[in-house]
């Protein structure tokens, strides 16, 4: 589904260049999860805004289910991924309802006005559909990050990137929006890519896992790995550890 | 269900205006626990109330004269007295309100989008366009209003239209600065990466996205700003720039009272009374819009 | 509940913010001696208004009561103004989750440190920077010289809490609160950043307050832990395994393992929550 060869992301000119990715390589099947741990700094949400054309400073080559990308997308690729950010207090409109917030996917896309799709967007989330009327700021932490996956999902794509998609919640609120992420994958087949500083909620959720650090991926685990606890990397173990697991 | 499914599209309308009923309220309740924001509505109120219904109110012609009335002090006839001509100065006043208001309205209408637009294209396109577009602004902003105005009169001949035209040419850099700074603030947030993601076209971005953003400070801004217009258009009137006898122009008022100031006081006191007045009311009623407005600057 | 000489004793605290009925702190009432107390909850839980209402640092607009809050035997809430100020300087101190809002944004790191080393050992100049440099030595900082004189912009939120531990190692105050002074650092810094307040409280004998959200790396670091839930203590724990109220056991299934994989996680029945009540 996604395949990511040699990939290089640097920001800055001349003596201020600085390499945040340093050609790094990866390959997600269809319905599978793949998981960037690592800590801040690393280049890890770069990584994942690269491979939804947000940033455009990458060099190497992105395959979007078999085809190559540009830098700039067109519509027919921008349909194939779409994104949930961390911060669910800041990744919704703060005067658009929540009923405008999920048909401007739609219509920016000129695929109909969309309105008929609010309510079943809503309840596929498990949110009542009388929240279309609702603005962000009337619903909580949670709800909004319901929105927001809601919203990604609108335009029906087949990979959903997630960055940091619990961080900013409570462990409660964590374990709902998780438990929906992974109800969404079953019923859609979703392929998801999930980047987080928390090996718990990546062990929780991903069936592969790369360790990221200063720009490279110095561990692959598995499912297996992570349940017995096993590392290839001197990192890794400090991640491990350090995270009380 | 099927009765919940056709009742949105009828509803429609209804539902707008009931939830623009519902905003008032809200700002209407926020709006009571500020009482200096209160008054300088209610002000604002009776001023355009003033000025819509001026012959109604006015208890004589602004422009008839009575010489041998003129110079009377303020009595319950002339509740503010009369002025060299024996003209009565609060009906003068009265009608007076409808110059300010349309100057100040004018003023608004042309100033804020054109400040909106190019404040909110410099941020959002940046590189070039933004630094040619705010280098003009930064020129404009040099000129001195009062000035330009002179220049223009003295091109164009003194009158309302002039006036109008003059303090719009150098009021909207302040807008468009401020519009630049909210749409760098907002060009950056996610929602708006969001938005790019599923495939938003730039000028859906600038009208949905960034505009509805910008429009709060932007009005608060332009109310704070009516003040300072009433100002300069009094300062106008007064230099005989403005609107041109016999019109009852609040600053043109006091320029020819000076004349007669230690005599007979309230010929320039009263049409500076009243210039006091709504510049305060403007200013505070801003102050209110932007604590209604602009959560960011809450006080409690 | 009774802690032996106790630094901290708050009986019955409540606190209220105005135009609201709601009580954000509903009879609290614990002692802290010395030793390592975590306080856990989820946002609005009312954990972070009971480290505010202790150092008196809460809005004017919330009212704060307590049957009694005595810090070193002495009440808390009669105290002037003045005097919480001289306290909260020496005897209290507060770490916060970002560090570079706690620190002042126009000195360098080292001057900053140095001044509060004059104020508490009366040194000169020359001495105390060197006693600063020496402390910031000992919560690890590597490049010492460098970093004194780099401004708190330019340092990590890791650095950050470490200058903070530096200036109260000089401090030495007799209560630590320490609101989520791990959530905002990386994983492998954390657990550094909770070794050295360690360190600093055991050395001067006194008391911590670990308020977090993470109930795991609470029950790992504190010996006893308060778990609140809508302003209320629910539960006293001294062990995870210990737990019994409902809410409790929700939060610490909530959280996913790796070690033990499930297809879904378990979430919070509140319903079930609300139905044992939460009067402690």
Redesign the interface.
Known sequence: MIDVKDLSVAFGQGEARKQVVKSVSLSVAKGETLGIVGESGCGKSTVLRSLAGLDRHWEGEIKLAGTAVAKTRTREQLLLAQMVFQDPYSSIHPRHRIERVLVEPMQSMKRGDGWDKVGPALEQVGLPAAFAERFPHELSGGQRQRVAIARALMLEPEVLLLDEPTSALDVSVQAEVLNLLSDLREQRNLTYVLVSHDLAVIGHMCDRVLVMKDGSFVDELTRDDLKHGRTHSDYARELFAASYL | MSAAQTAPVRSKAFLAASRLGAGFGTSLAKLSREPLGMFGFIVLAVLIVVALFAPLIAPFSPTAQNLPNALQAPSWTHWAGTDEFGRDILSRLIYGTRITVQTVFAVTIIVGPIGMLIGIVAGFVGGRTDAILMRITDIVLSFPSLILALAFAAALGAGLETAIIAISLTGWPPIARLARAETLLVRNTDYVAAARLYGASPLRLLFRYIAPMCIPSVVVRLTMNMAGIILTAAALGFLGLGAQPPAPEWGAMISSGRKFMLDNWWVAVMPGVAILITSLAFNLAGDALRDILDPRHDRS | MTVPDPILTVRDLTVRFARSSVKAVNGVSFDLGAERLGVVG??GSGKSTVGRALMRLLPP?ATTEASQLDFEGAPLLTRSEREMRRLRGNDMALIMQDPRYSLNPVLPIGKQVAEAAMLHFKLGKKDAYARAADMLGRVRIADVARTMDLYPHQISGGMGQRVMIAMMLLAKPRLVIADEPTSAL???V??DVLRLLDDLVRENNSGLLLIS?????VA?FCERILVMYKGVVVETLTKLEDAQHPYTR??IA??????N????????DRKAIDAVGVQP
Not at chain 3, 213 to 217: K, L, N, T
Not at chain 3, 254 to 259: F, H, L
Not at chain 3, 261 to 268: A, D, K, W, Y
């Open positions: 989820e946002s607009s990386d994983v492998s954390r657990g959200h993470d109930i795991r790396m790992a929700g939060l909530a959280m996913p393992d790796p070690r994989p499930v297809r879904r996680l378990q979430v919070l």
